[in-house]
């Protein structure tokens, strides 16, 4: 980091100011009553008397001053003749001054004072007036800018000089309060800018803070009061928010910082670069002092910024990508079925036995705008479809779907949004869910890892289920409405080119939706229109009765669907929700026959059941039922009872007990009961 940035900007306006104001705290508190009495008693005197010396200091010509070194003082704008900078001794002559009259006592005393002024009239008559009426072309000086500068030694005090006004040299003038703070060997103290001397304002400007007593969080008994001041009336940078605060117990952006070092650096190149009387060689000296003072610190300093720059370019060097993000879920599920009115163990009607079966999903989230999403999963499991076994969809668990071991590529899509839309595009994996918000009307989320146990409780099977994988989607904004509009391509015919195949031969979804989301309340009003080939027909996505699958058996089928999905939280602990779902199926070859099916379910959350976290979960439905066909229908109906406990463990790992049953097995009372029991435990990381 540049040496001279860090001593320009952050240095010395905040160090100067921080140590005006712990001076000026401790010598307040040193000052005894029988000073302020001694003072009130030799005030007048003593006013007049210096009056008269400065009058007659600043009448005197130039050429008159003795020789010096070149000094500029601060505010000054024209260099003056500057006389050695006074000892200790001397200052407290000058405060032993007795109250005398005679130019002889004037003179000597003169003698030990040196101002910091500039070029005076001949006269003490003249010094009322304007430099510009002497025939100079500089202003005349402020009542600020005369300073007495006294060598730093011990502990710093206060000291009392009267400054020069517009006003006859017998009128008692004012006192300024110099508070010497700085480390020996430094210089004089810099004292702020007289109002007068700053630029004037504009009008209309008056969210500008221009005082430090604008800002209504900083008084004046606050530490930082006067290094504030000095930051604000004089150099014009670190002035606060446009509310009138300065929020001093505030942590500090990288931005806001950055903003404040900038503003100063502007304000104080400016100063140096300009040909008024606002920065002068002492400050410049005094910079430098700063400087090798803090020399130590600010290696140091340096030496952790070189450090962490070091480790930033290491961890740079090796990470996995600047652009992508790995988060993973491994699911472990112990799980097991039983027949009957209630669980037997020894029913020798179950034909399941206990299985302990895994999930592992790898993530790749990557970005390139910081806006834009494209999604690469991977996964592999091992978790067994019970449909297979118990002879119904019904049964099935959320995450089954990988069953062979085997690591396989199961989403890549890519989202990204231009104005108020936002875009979906994917070869595999897209879904109906993803592109309709289902999460979002959803009570447990669309988690299949952390959410309900069953399949049929995860989202409405008519609208949200169906042909998908690739294809594309639109979803546009309007406040807490939303238009979506998409289509998808079954990922097993997309990518073939045979005839009757591919994007718009093969099985396909086209959804139609619109949604409000807003804090208490989401609904999403839901149509699809599926197409299913002969041979790759499933209405349902694998839930409900194998009827309600396949209506028309294998023949080429197309539905329209219609869905209504709710959740409702009236607080952030209960949330209450559900969905209903009907469709109309045609089948378009061999006979032109047509079936209704419908389904439903209503859910329930508690979260933070017990502990933070935590989540006890309800489900009660009927899953997918033909309730008219032209050719067969469910006489009876199904019912899907649901209910689970997740524990969370910390931020990455679950535990989740549950149990389901199905009442009537495919809307058929004459089918016993199936329970199933599921123990899962999910880890993310």
Same mark, same amino acid.
């Given at each position: 980091?540049?040496?001279?940035?860090?001593? $320009?900007?952050?240095?010395?306006?905040?160090?100067?100011?921080?140590?005006?104001?712990?001076?000026?705290?401790?010598?307040?508190?040193?000052?005894?009553?029988?000073?302020? *009495?001694?003072?009130? *008693?030799?005030?007048?005197?003593?006013?007049? +008397?210096?009056?008269? %010396?400065?009058?007659?200091?600043?009448?005197?010509?130039?050429?008159?001053?003795? =020789?010096?070194?070149?000094?500029?003082?601060?505010?000054?704008?024209?260099?003056?003749?500057?006389?050695?900078?006074?000892?200790?001794?001397?200052?407290? +002559? $000058?405060?032993?001054?007795?109250?005398?009259?005679?130019?002889?006592?004037?003179?000597?005393?003169?003698?030990?004072?040196?101002?910091?002024?500039? %070029?005076?009239?001949?006269?003490?008559?003249?010094?009322?007036?304007?430099?510009?009426?002497?025939?100079?072309?500089?202003?005349?000086?402020?009542?600020?800018?005369?300073?007495?500068?006294?060598?730093?030694?011990?502990?710093?005090? +206060?000291?009392?000089?009267?400054?020069?006004?517009?006003?006859?040299?017998?009128?008692? =003038?004012?006192?300024?309060?110099?508070?010497?703070?700085?480390?020996?060997?430094?210089?004089?103290?810099?004292?702020?800018?007289?109002?007068?001397?700053?630029?004037? #304002?504009?009008?209309?400007?008056?969210? #500008?803070?221009?005082?430090?007593?604008?800002?209504?969080?900083?008084?004046?008994?606050?530490?930082?009061?006067?290094?504030?001041?000095?930051?604000?009336?004089? @150099?014009?940078?670190?002035?606060?928010?446009?509310?009138?605060?300065?929020?001093?117990?505030?942590?500090?952006?990288? @931005?806001?910082?950055?903003?404040?070092?900038?503003?100063?650096?502007?304000? %104080?190149?400016?100063?140096?670069?300009?040909?008024?009387?606002?920065?002068?060689?002492?400050?410049?000296?005094?910079? #430098?002092?700063?400087?090798?003072?803090?020399?130590?610190?600010?290696?140091?300093?340096?030496?952790?910024?070189?450090?962490?720059?070091?480790?930033?370019?290491?961890?740079?060097?090796?990470?996995?990508?600047?652009?992508?993000?790995? $988060?993973?879920?491994?699911?472990?599920?112990?799980?097991?079925?039983?027949?009957?009115?209630?669980?037997?163990?020894?029913?020798?009607?179950? +034909?399941?036995?206990?299985?302990?079966?895994?999930?592992?999903?790898?993530?790749?989230?990557?970005?390139?705008?910081?806006?834009?999403?494209?999604?690469?999963?991977?996964?592999?499991?091992?978790?067994? &479809?019970?449909?297979?076994?118990?002879?119904?969809?019904?049964?099935?668990?959320?995450?089954?779907?990988?069953?062979?071991?085997?690591?396989?590529?199961?989403?890549?899509?890519?989202?990204?949004?231009?104005?108020?839309?936002?875009?979906?595009?994917?070869?595999?994996? $897209?879904?109906?869910?993803?592109?309709?918000?289902?999460?979002?009307?959803?009570?447990?989320?669309?988690?299949?890892?952390?959410?309900?146990?069953?399949?049929?409780?995860?989202?409405?099977? *008519?609208?949200?289920?169906?042909?998908?994988? =690739?294809?594309?989607?639109?979803?546009?904004?309007?406040?807490?409405?939303?238009?979506?509009?998409?289509?998808?391509?079954?990922?097993?015919?997309?990518?073939?080119?045979?005839?009757?195949?591919?994007?718009?031969?093969?099985?396909?979804?086209?959804?139609?939706? %619109?949604?409000?989301?807003?804090?208490?309340?989401?609904?999403?009003?839901?149509?699809?229109?599926?197409?299913?080939?002969?041979?790759?027909?499933?209405?349902?996505?694998?839930?409900?009765?194998?009827?309600? &699958?396949?209506?028309?058996?294998?023949?080429?089928?197309?539905?329209?669907?219609?869905?209504?999905?709710?959740?409702?939280?009236?607080?952030?602990?209960?949330?209450?929700?559900?969905?209903?779902?009907?469709?109309?199926?045609?089948?378009?070859?061999?006979?032109?026959?047509?079936?209704?099916?419908?389904?439903?379910?209503?859910?329930?959350?508690?979260?933070?059941?017990?502990?933070?976290? &935590?989540?006890?979960?309800?489900?009660?439905?009927?899953?997918?039922?033909?309730?008219?066909?032209?050719?067969?229908?469910?006489?009876?109906?199904?019912?899907?009872?649901?209910?689970?406990?997740?524990?969370?463990?910390?931020?990455?790992?679950?535990?989740?007990?549950?149990?389901?049953?199905?009442?009537?097995?495919?809307?058929?009372?004459?089918?016993?009961?199936?329970?199933?029991?599921?123990?899962?435990?999910?880890?993310?990381?």
């Amino acid at each position: 980091m540049n040496r001279t940035f860090w001593n $320009l900007v952050l240095v010395s306006p905040a160090i100067l100011g921080l140590s005006s104001v712990m001076s000026a705290t401790a010598i307040a508190a040193e000052v005894t009553a029988t000073a302020e *009495a001694n003072q009130l *008693a030799t005030a007048q005197s003593s006013e007049s +008397k210096i009056a008269e %010396i400065v009058g007659e200091i600043v009448a005197e010509p130039v050429a008159a001053a003795p =020789a010096a070194p070149e000094n500029l003082a601060l505010n000054s704008s024209v260099e003056a003749a500057q006389t050695p900078v006074v000892s200790e001794a001397d200052a407290e +002559k $000058l405060a032993s001054i007795e109250p005398e009259t005679s130019e002889a006592a004037l003179q000597t005393t003169g003698s030990d004072i040196e101002l910091a002024a500039p %070029i005076a009239p001949t006269s003490a008559a003249a010094a009322t007036e304007p430099l510009a009426a002497a025939g100079t072309a500089e202003s005349s000086p402020q009542a600020s800018d005369l300073a007495e500068q006294i060598s730093q030694t011990d502990a710093p005090g +206060k000291i009392e000089v009267p400054a020069v006004a517009s006003t006859p040299a017998t009128t008692p =003038a004012t006192k300024v309060e110099i508070a010497q703070t700085v480390p020996g060997g430094m210089g004089g103290p810099i004292v702020p800018v007289a109002p007068q001397a700053l630029p004037a #304002q504009p009008s209309g400007t008056m969210s #500008q803070v221009t005082s430090v007593t604008q800002l209504s969080d900083v008084r004046p008994t606050d530490w930082a009061f006067q290094a504030l001041q000095s930051l604000v009336e004089r @150099y014009s940078c670190i002035v606060g928010y446009p509310d009138g605060t300065f929020r001093g117990n505030r942590a500090l952006t990288r @931005y806001e910082f950055a903003a404040g070092v900038n503003a100063c650096l502007d304000q %104080i190149t400016q100063l140096i670069g300009s040909t008024g009387n606002l920065v002068t060689r002492d400050d410049l000296a005094i910079l #430098q002092r700063l400087q090798e003072e803090f020399a130590a610190e600010l290696a140091t300093l340096r030496g952790r910024v070189d450090g962490l720059e070091a480790r930033t370019a290491e961890l740079e060097a090796n990470q996995f990508s600047t652009t992508t993000k790995l $988060l993973g879920e491994a699911v472990f599920a112990v799980t097991d079925t039983f027949v009957g009115e209630g669980i037997r163990l020894d029913d020798d009607d179950d +034909k399941t036995v206990t299985d302990f079966s895994y999930r592992v999903r790898l993530n790749l989230l990557t970005s390139f705008t910081g806006r834009d999403l494209l999604r690469t999963r991977l996964q592999a499991g091992n978790v067994p &479809n019970y449909s297979a076994i118990t002879g119904t969809n019904m049964t099935r668990v959320a995450q089954d779907g990988a069953e062979n071991n085997n690591f396989t590529l199961d989403e890549v899509w890519y989202r990204f949004p231009l104005g108020n839309a936002t875009f979906f595009v994917g070869p595999r994996g $897209l879904d109906l869910n993803e592109i309709g918000d289902a999460p979002a009307t959803s009570t447990f989320g669309d988690a299949t890892g952390n959410g309900t146990l069953s399949r049929f409780g995860v989202r409405n099977p *008519a609208v949200h289920r169906g042909p998908q994988g =690739a294809g594309a989607s639109m979803s546009y904004n309007l406040g807490n409405f939303r238009a979506t509009a998409g289509y998808l391509a079954s990922e097993g015919d997309a990518p073939n080119p045979a005839n009757g195949r591919g994007v718009f031969d093969g099985s396909f979804s086209a959804l139609g939706q %619109i949604g409000f989301f807003s804090n208490p309340f989401n609904l999403s009003l839901t149509y699809t229109h599926k197409y299913n080939r002969a041979g790759d027909v499933g209405l349902m996505g694998g839930t409900g009765s194998s009827l309600a &699958n396949r209506p028309f058996g294998q023949a080429p089928t197309q539905a329209d669907n219609y869905g209504v999905q709710v959740n409702f939280k009236p607080s952030s602990r209960f949330h209450i929700g559900g969905w209903y779902g009907y469709t109309k199926a045609e089948q378009l070859r061999g006979g032109g026959n047509d079936a209704t099916i419908q389904n439903g379910a209503i859910t329930l959350a508690l979260r933070d059941f017990g502990r933070q976290g &935590n989540l006890l979960g309800f489900v009660f439905g009927v899953p997918p039922k033909v309730t008219e066909s032209d050719v067969a229908r469910n006489r009876n109906t199904s019912y899907h009872l649901e209910g689970f406990y997740r524990f969370q463990v910390n931020d990455f790992v679950s535990v989740t007990p549950g149990v389901y049953v199905i009442l009537n097995p495919e809307h058929n009372n004459r089918n016993d009961d199936i329970w199933v029991g599921l123990l899962r435990t999910t880890f993310s990381f």
